[in-house]
Nanobody, 124 residues
Framework: QVQLVESGGGLVQAGGSLRLSCAAS????????MGWFRQAPGKEREIVAA????????YTAESVKGRFTISRDNAKNTMYLQMNSLKPVDSAVYYC?????????????????WGQGTQVTVSS
């Protein structure tokens, strides 16, 4: 079992920045991939970024590339999402997710563990 707790969401003006954190606990010694997903009202959950825990290989969605950066701190078992130049379209509930595999995927169905989500609202 892996427990995930997100933090760092909030309200920000367009052009501003936020940093999300996801702290992992439990079975964190297994090789795994972690990712950030988001879901806006009336829309499907979509991948934002993902990272392999062992070597730090990353994936970033085209819609946020150049603005968002995913990273992790192995010693703290924590993943981050630095979000810069935020736009109103980035408003959503952001979820942290993990899968106990070394294979990086972008499909939400492949992730077994999920955090409770944190709201990000970007005002225009």
């Amino acid at each position: 079992q892996v427990q995930l707790v997100e933090s760092g969401g909030g309200l920000v003006q367009a052009g501003g920045s936020l940093r999300l954190s996801c702290a992992a606990s439990g079975r964190t010694s297994s090789p795994y991939v972690m990712g950030w997903f988001r879901q806006a009202p009336g829309k499907e959950r979509e991948i934002v970024a993902a990272i392999t825990w062992s070597i730090g290989r990353t994936y970033t969605a085209e819609s946020v590339k150049g603005r968002f950066t995913i990273s992790r701190d192995n010693a703290k078992n924590t993943m981050y999402l630095q979000m810069n130049s935020l736009k109103p379209v980035d408003s959503a509930v952001y979820y942290c997710a993990a899968r106990t595999s070394h294979v990086l995927t972008t499909n939400a169905a492949d992730y077994l563990y999920w955090g409770q989500g944190t709201q990000v609202t970007v005002s225009s």
